[in-house]
């Protein structure tokens, strides 16, 4: 989707490292929401924000942290305490408050372990 | 608890054939009712959505997607499937109020057959 760029593309991270994934929207959206999609097991929501300086926990939080400093970003920290960080991570924005708007997702950032 | 269920880990078609995908929803009342598809490496791109009234819903790519309510069901049709639909396909729905969240089924990996 054009209006949300996730960077980088490719990510690798040592043991014991933290690593930052970006999102970004220019779909003026008020809520974001980051998934993780492992092979045969779909998507699955790690934290979602509806509104600046305001975040929830989803099914899959631990490991992972976020902040909303500004409506268009919603960067995605996955930290050391995250074992199995290796997947998918993709990021999606929605309108808040709306349950029939369907959600945009950006192109994801692929993360491994070296 | 509420769930979506893709029963087809992996379907194989040829190139002009039918296809249908299955999808069960278990959930009280009618949920607002999704389907996505992902190209490998790329995000989720929206196919169509229900949320109520018609029960055949028209999508993009010649999709369409029939509601059962006495089936909880929500498959999705094409009459003649090409080569570029390869892809994997997911289906989704919103629990109504408390942040707009997406719960997806685990997905069916669809492969064309020229």
């Known amino acids: 989707d054009g209006g949300i760029t996730q960077s980088p593309k490719y990510l690798f991270r040592k043991e014991g490292q933290n690593v930052t994934l970006s999102c970004e929207q220019n779909?003026?959206?008020?809520?974001m929401y980051w998934y993780r999609q492992d092979p045969g097991q779909g998507l699955r929501l790690i934290y979602y924000?509806?509104?600046?300086?305001?975040?929830q926990k989803g099914d899959i939080a631990e490991g992972y942290s976020v902040s909303r400093e500004k409506k268009e970003s919603f960067p995605l920290t996955v930290t050391s305490a995250q074992k199995n960080p290796t997947a998918f991570y993709l990021c999606a924005t929605g309108q808040r408050g709306l349950s029939n708007q369907p959600q945009h997702f950006g192109d994801g950032t692929r993360l491994s372990i070296l | 608890a509420q769930s979506v269920t893709q029963p087809d880990i992996h379907i194989t078609v040829s190139e002009g054939a039918s296809l249908e995908l299955r999808c069960n929803y278990s959930?009280?009342?009618?949920?607002?009712l999704f389907w996505y598809v992902q190209s490998p490496g790329q995000g989720l791109q929206l196919l169509l959505k229900y949320f109520s009234g018609d029960t055949l819903v028209q999508g993009i790519k010649g999709f369409e997607a029939e509601f059962k309510r006495s089936q909880s069901s929500f498959n999705l049709r094409k009459p003649s499937v090409h080569w570029s639909d390869a892809a994997e396909y997911f289906c989704?729905?919103?629990?109504?109020?408390?942040?707009?969240?997406?719960?997806f089924g685990t997905g069916t990996q669809l492969k064309v057959e020229l």
């Open positions: 779909l003026n959206h008020d809520a």
């Open positions: 989704a729905y919103i629990l109504t109020g408390g942040g707009n969240k997406l719960t």
């Open positions: 959930y009280g009342a009618t949920p607002y």
């Open positions: 924000s509806q509104i600046v300086n305001d975040f």
